[in-house]
């Protein structure tokens, strides 16, 4: 094929104006995504909450072995 024979489009790109609505929709974003982390935060933060009332729980009843036995 020759370069006269190939056909071309071009396109124009025309940049938009922002609105209130793409202003709200990145601020809905950052807000999703800041309550996601946090959520996550909750959830590690209950996990270690958790594991560490085992751990004390364990510890008593040790202690109180010890100390009985």
Do not use: C
Request: zero cysteines.
């Amino acid at each position: 094929m020759d370069d006269e024979d190939e056909i071309t489009d071009v396109v124009e790109v025309l940049p938009l104006r922002h609105t209130r609505w793409s202003i709200l929709v990145i601020g809905m974003s950052y807000a999703a995504g800041l309550a996601r982390e946090t959520a996550d935060f909750l959830a590690s933060a209950t996990m270690m909450t958790a594991q560490h009332n085992l751990h004390k729980r364990e510890e008593d009843e040790f202690y109180e072995v010890v100390k009985n036995g």
